[in-house]
């Protein structure tokens, strides 16, 4: 049975990974915005929007109560995002907010 566990999770891995390559290939804001209309229910896309502007808030050092009354958001939403950030995450934020910001600048 452990095969078949470890099994699944090679591809689910390997499906991850596609995504991402297909993420890759898009170069305007535009095709993004289609791809993942495709992609994603309007409830998915407002989540992951909803999370990222938490996120961008958060290293803003805006407050949870500031947070909640932008962006909707719950403070349990937005505990987890900080967690992401400040503790366990994988430095993903940190990678995009950088790169949005060296691009603003130059």
Do not use: W
């Not at 407050?63 to 958001?73: C, F, L, R």
């Not at 994988?90 to 691009?103: A, E, H, Q, T």
């Amino acid at each position: 049975m452990r095969a078949g566990v470890i099994m699944k999770e090679k591809m689910e891995i390997k499906n991850l990974d596609e995504l991402f390559e297909a993420v890759l290939c898009l170069e305007t804001v535009e095709e993004c915005r289609a791809f993942f209309k495709d992609l994603c229910t309007v409830p998915e896309l407002k989540a992951l929007s909803q999370r990222f502007q938490v996120a961008k808030l958060l290293t803003e050092n805006h407050v949870y109560s500031d947070i909640v009354s932008e962006t909707g958001a719950s403070t349990a939403t937005i505990s987890r995002v900080n967690r992401s950030i400040s503790y366990d995450g994988s430095g993903g934020y940190s990678i995009v907010f950088d790169r949005m910001k060296d691009k603003k600048q130059g």
